[in-house]
């Protein structure tokens, strides 16, 4: 006589990872839900999943939703954590949950760390947001991490980074497609586009969270960092972008306080570094990148080219970037113009600065004639 398959419930679905997870829990034999809100609905999720239609931020229609259901997993991926986590009591042996690195102290409000930035990398035990007046937002996700392990204190919690891929919310590689549609020059990116930013490719994601499905034990109660395992630098995410769509696209350097249009790609109002350390995601759960970084943002890419944003649409207001090139133009004649005058009247050194003498790449300190 087989055993019936176990039940997993994933809150949300319909987002950047979800349907890598939900596709992951039915590989795996589970007998799938999906409680979300019905508004959107993706076709890579098969027929045999459940959809449970209902307002995961209420927590009244949420309880009635679940009333006299029992789930074996549970993966919190949408709606308001606190209250999920506290329907959930009771009713699943195994909660999974994934909130964000805004948690972290200094990951929305650089200057709160002295000199300002994070530690690089950021673990897992890092400081988390404690007063209100440092980052509210980041202090709300910590007080629910909080809740959340006082409700199931065997839950894993995932700490997300800006996610990408399909049906990515904040689609940031948009801003450098779009230009390459437009046919543009050039792109403005600050102080040569050196900083680094942990992200995760939503397949990359969704496999770290299944790592603590198939292991319950080694995950119980413990916060995960999750990522890409590479990190590549502002500057080259917008190579590799150009160059998975066969373009041509100048990179402009620029101070970071003239370099405005590279907001929306920079996404915080500092250079300064937000990087997750992900040891233990590799070395307790075994995590290994699914997508090379790289081609996940070439993949990235040719994805948006091939669907491209609404001109003027929401998720070209949520990215609150004006395409403004005329604008552009202004302020990168005037760069040129400022370099050119430098370099007509350059600054006459008594000596020229070098490397240091323990430097022997390109430009360096040249062997000595002993060693020819």
Known sequence: MSS?????????????????????????????????????????????????????????????????????????????????????????????????????????????????????????????????????????IARTEERLFGAHPGATHFRYPYVYGPYQLVPREWCIVRRIHDRRPFIVLPDGGLTLCSYGYAENLAHAVLLAVDQPSASAGQVYNCADEETPTLRQVVEIVRDALGASLEILSLPAELAVPARPLLMQPWTTHRVFDLAKLRTELGYRDVVPAREALARTARWLNEHPLERGGAEEKILQDPFDYAAEDRLAGRWRSALESLRAEPVQWKRAPGYTASYSGPGGTPRSGEFD
């Open 4 to 140: 019936s398959p176990q039940r997993a419930l994933v809150i949300g679905g319909t987002g950047p990872t979800g349907p890598f997870i939900v596709n992951g829990l039915c590989a795996r034999g589970f007998q799938v839900a999906m409680l979300h809100s019905g508004r959107h609905e993706r076709d890579e999720i098969g027929a045999e999943v459940e959809h449970i239609h209902t307002d995961p931020f209420d927590e009244r229609k949420l309880e009635a939703a679940l009333e006299g259901r029992s789930f074996e997993v549970c993966v919190a991926t949408y709606g308001r954590l606190r209250v999920t986590a506290k329907a959930l009591v009771g009713r699943c042996a195994k909660f999974v949950s994934v909130g964000g690195g805004p948690a972290y102290l200094g990951y929305m409000n650089a200057p709160v760390w002295q000199p300002p930035g994070m530690p690089v990398p950021t673990r897992e035990d890092a400081p988390l947001v404690g007063r209100e007046a440092d980052d509210a937002k980041g202090f709300r």
